[in-house]
């Protein structure tokens, strides 16, 4: 009898033709972000994403500019180095009477410059006569707001929903209104500085006439209000204030530049999506996950960012152990998946989530964070030296090593498994967590609780790093027993999980401690972990470089030929730009920097292949084809924070780029070039108070390293 297919996720992404149609452009700012189409436009489409999102709703599902009665010819759309400002250029088509042109397309210049603002989209449009005649046409816009929570966006089906109120227009503006189920109304507040000729529901139509090379600009402003009335925002006020934002705030202050222009445009916009990304909150400034699903703070997907960027940017890091301490699990909680001393998974605003009908309002279902919390914290420390913010943190990373210690390690055999106690959380609660991502070699699912192989790489590098952390804070005592504690676990994980018949350590082991013996990914992370030993270390590295793993564009997932691999599939096959940069940090770390830069080269390639340069969450995992470009996943997200990351954890990784802050010194350990990169220049790289700008220049058998500026003190030391 077959096996009947049952999908088990309650939370997946749908992809459907829709999602996967052009190109988009995207604007993000706080807790507000915008999807639009090439035009600017907001199509309304049957389980289309684009639309205008605010604390996880959807507050325009409509937007649309009409010519006429006809949509504008696209000339151009750009958004600005800076993630600032979407600008698009549009004309008219043909204007046709009895079959002759009256007005030839390329008349009329129509530009529409859009930006957000604190809960504000706010749009400037410029109309040009350019022929030499007047003219007279409506301009017209027309607008919904279906109130989706996000999750209903991407495929979750709700029972009930709140109801639509009744809408309000006045002469200069139109309110859009919804009162949820949890008691709240929210409200779509579109203004606009001239009184539309003619206005009615979701339309108003602006009579325009214009003499020849005559201009006339229309404003808008749309504000997401919950609850609370929005104050008033002017598109010029915010255009300035946006602009001083990104120059004065701009937390990397390193810069990187190359002979390579296609690298340069790489990391260009990998530190203005990684500004974009980046959100005030109460507790301290936090890269948001990703455009459209996951525009909100996850524990890991923060930490992983974080470590990719510390070497550039170490405030990041400070922000997010900040937040994470904050928001840390100080009680059990089932429906949560929350035990004390764990961090955060991810965190929610809207209508379900303020209800209980999706779990993530405050969500602690993953077994990784809590290290990687750990890790991350040492990591700081010694990329800064600032002790006294570990002092703060100190309670919050004994709590984080007392649940690795205790509900994190259940069976109490000395790893860390997890089991979700929420029937609706995740039922995988590593990195991968679709629920089909962890099997046997026959393709069974492991059954819970699972101990995932990368996991326990984490829980060595917390218990390593928490013991330096105690040294520094003369702890000798808990310096000793959690060194010895590391060395443990490294010598029981080997015994536990390394499979020599592939070369590779297990998946994980599952309920039965039976290990998953097939070929993934996730052992590249116990190269960055440093759990692994240098034998094994020799034999990963030639793993996951082998054609089965290396797909030209970067490391799979899943090795082609394994039971579930599926180049097609989230998280069996795919290619993801993080994955490669924790995997490649790896492979330097035990002196395989050829490879690290074999992999920087890989995504380098992907980024002169994909819109703006923008490496995506993921791609599919097919074998690279010679003069084809890669296949994109239909609902990746772009920007992703821990793909625009990756790009600075590569070059360090090529780099074996090492940064001691107490004994001020910058080490390069083995440095190579990515291919076709013949210098590389690094500006502002600081070491406490001291700055320091590098030339790095290929050499025939090395690099050659030159100090252009040095303030301070600061030691550059090599290994070659």
Not at 42 to 70: K, N
Not at 389 to 401: E, G, K, Q, V
Not at 524 to 550: E, Q, Y
């Amino acid at each position: 009898m077959a096996e009947v297919v049952s999908l088990e996720e309650h939370f997946a992404i749908v992809a459907d033709t829709e999602r996967s149609g052009s190109p988009r452009r995207v604007l993000k700012h706080g807790d507000t972000f915008g999807v639009f189409d090439l035009h600017g436009d907001v199509i309304c489409l049957q389980d289309g994403d684009l639309g205008l999102y605010h604390a996880g709703t959807r507050f325009l599902s409509r937007f649309e500019l009409l010519l006429g009665r006809r949509r504008p010819l696209l000339l151009s759309s750009t958004i600005s180095e800076d993630n600032t400002i979407l600008a698009v250029d549009l004309t008219n088509p043909d204007v046709l009477r009895d079959g002759h042109v009256l007005l030839p397309r390329g008349s009329v210049h129509l530009f529409r410059a859009r930006i957000l603002w604190n809960g504000h989209c706010l749009e400037r449009i410029r109309m040009t006569n350019h022929s030499r005649h007047p003219i007279q046409t409506p301009l017209a816009l027309h607008f919904e707001a279906d109130f989706s929570d996000v999750f209903e966006v991407r495929g979750t089906r709700r029972e009930r929903r709140g109801h639509r109120n009744g809408d309000r227009s006045a002469s200069d503006h139109t309110i859009l209104r919804y009162e949820g189920l949890d008691g709240v109304e929210r409200r779509t507040v579109i203004h606009w500085n001239r009184e539309p000729s003619r206005s009615e529901e979701g339309t108003a139509v602006f009579s325009i006439t214009l003499a020849p090379e005559e201009t006339t600009e229309i404003e808008i402003a749309i504000a997401c209000e919950v609850g609370e009335r929005a104050a008033d925002v002017r598109f010029a006020d915010a255009l300035e204030r946006s602009r001083q934002d990104a120059s004065t705030h701009d937390i990397c202050k390193c810069r990187v530049v190359s002979s390579n222009d296609s690298l340069n445009r790489w990391f260009s916009r990998s530190a203005a999506d990684l500004h974009m990304m980046l959100t005030d909150t109460p507790d301290g400034v936090y890269p948001y996950a990703g455009i459209p699903w996951f525009s909100t703070p996850f524990g890991r997907d923060g930490i992983i960012t974080a470590l990719e960027t510390l070497w550039a940017a170490p405030d990041i890091a400070r922000g997010v152990l900040q937040f994470l301490a904050a928001t840390q699990a100080t009680a059990r909680a089932d429906a949560q998946d929350a035990e004390p001393g764990k961090i955060l998974h991810e965190m929610r605003q809207g209508e379900m989530a303020a209800l209980g009908e999706i779990p993530f309002g405050k969500y602690y279902g993953s077994a990784d964070s809590t290290p990687l919390f750990v890790a991350l914290a040492a990591a700081y420390f010694e990329r800064t030296a600032d002790r006294e913010f570990i002092d703060t943190l100190w309670p919050h990373i004994l709590a984080a090593l007392d649940w690795m210690d205790s509900s994190g390690d259940r069976d109490r055999d000395g790893f860390i498994e997890y089991e979700r106690r929420s029937q609706t959380g995740l039922i995988q609660q590593g990195w991968k967590d679709s629920y089909d991502s962890v099997f046997h070699a026959d393709g069974a699912l492991a059954d819970p609780p699972i101990a995932l192989c990368e996991i326990q790489g984490y829980a060595y590098q917390a218990w390593h790093g928490a013991a330096k952390l105690a040294r520094a804070r003369g702890h000798l005592k808990e310096h000793r027993e959690w060194r010895a504690r590391a060395r443990h676990l490294r010598s029981r994980f080997d015994d536990a999980f390394w499979c020599d018949d592939i070369s590779t350590f297990a998946l994980a082991l599952d309920g039965r401690k039976r290990p998953c013996r097939v070929r993934t990914s996730n052992p590249g992370h116990c190269l960055f972990s440093g759990i692994a030993k240098a034998g094994r270390a020799r034999k990963l590295a030639h793993a996951v470089m082998d054609d089965r793993m290396f797909a030209g564009w970067g490391i799979r997932t899943v090795a082609a030929g394994e039971p579930r691999y599926n180049p097609m599939s989230y998280h069996n096959g795919s290619i993801w730009p993080h994955d490669n940069a924790l995997v490649a940090f790896g492979l330097a770390r035990y002196g395989f920097t050829d490879r690290a830069a074999r992999i920087m080269s890989a995504m380098l390639d992907l980024s002169q292949s994909v819109d703006s340069n923008r490496l995506p969450e993921l791609i599919c995992g097919f074998h690279r084809r010679g003069g084809e470009s890669p296949t994109l996943y239909p609902v990746a997200c772009a920007p992703q924070a821990w793909a625009a990351g990756a790009a600075y954890m590569l070059l360090a990784a090529c780099l074996g780029l090492e940064i001691d802050a107490a004994a001020r010194q910058v080490w390069f350990r083995r440095a190579m070039l990515p291919d076709r990169v013949d210098w590389i220049r690094l500006t502002n790289v600081s070491v406490l108070d001291a700055k320091v700008d590098l030339l790095l220049t290929r050499h025939a058998h090395d690099v050659g390293i030159e100090v252009l500026r040095r303030e301070g003190e600061v030691e550059i030391l090599t290994v070659k």
